[in-house]
Structures are given as C-alpha cells and as structure tokens.
Nanobody, 123 residues
Framework: VQLQASGGGLVQAGDSLRLSCAASGGTFSSYAMGWFRQAPGKEREFVTAISWRGGVTTYADSVKGRFTISRDNAKSAVYLQMNSLKPEDTAVYYC?????????????????WGQGTLVTVSS
C-alpha cells in the first residue's frame, strides 16, 4: 500500500484543519490505519488509529477530545479532523498502515509510510 497525506497548512491557535490520507496499490479496507506526527527535533509519535472497518478508534491523550479519525473504505482514504489546534500540535503528520495487533502504538508496528504533510499552528 502506498500512502500520501495532504491537507496541512498554517493556521492559528484554536483553528481547525482536516488532513487526508489517500491509499493506493493494496487492499485498503483490510488494514487498520494510524496517524503519527513528528515535531521539529522530536521523535515521531502516535496520534490516533482506526480499525479496518472504522468501528474502533484510539487516541493519544494529548489529542483526545480535539482530534477525530475517520475512514472511507470506498475511497481508500483516512482522515484526521483536528479542532482547537494548539502551537504544540505543530508537526509533520504521517499516515501509516498497522502491521501488528490492534492496540499497539509503537512506531515499528506501523508501516507503508508516505510523505507527510506539515501542520503549523501559530499562537
């Protein structure tokens, strides 16, 4: 599966942004998907994940209540709705395929990393 994230940009604190991740070349609907982010000078960290049918989601504590992950298997896409953005949300955001058991948030358990999309939140 090849992934391409898009939708990033420069916004102000408190604004909303919706990221998209388009998948190609595989059976998208068979995979649980996740979003990670990497801030400047920091390690890539887990943000959220969604099960293959979209019925189960999990979030990092730092985004819980503000971010929402969703997917459209007919369009081979996964989305990240980000509300009430904060400057600390500034990062490059990546989507990835879960290649291990559901529930893991470990970077090594995800794969098919594509190019990320930059989100910059100004104060």
């Amino acid at each position: 599966v090849q992934l391409q994230a898009s939708g990033g940009g420069l916004v102000q604190a408190g604004d909303s942004l919706r990221l998209s991740c388009a998948a190609s070349g595989g059976t998208f609907s068979s995979y649980a998907m996740g979003w990670f982010r990497q801030a400047p000078g920091k390690e890539r960290e887990f943000v959220t994940a969604i099960s293959w049918r979209g019925g189960v989601t999990t979030y990092a504590d730092s985004v819980k209540g503000r971010f929402t992950i969703s997917r459209d298997n007919a369009k081979s896409a996964v989305y990240l709705q980000m509300n009430s953005l904060k400057p600390e949300d500034t990062a490059v955001y990546y989507c990835a395929v879960l290649k291990a058991r559901w529930g893991t948030k470990a970077l090594d358990d995800f794969g098919s990393w594509g190019q990320g999309t930059l989100v910059t939140v100004s104060s």
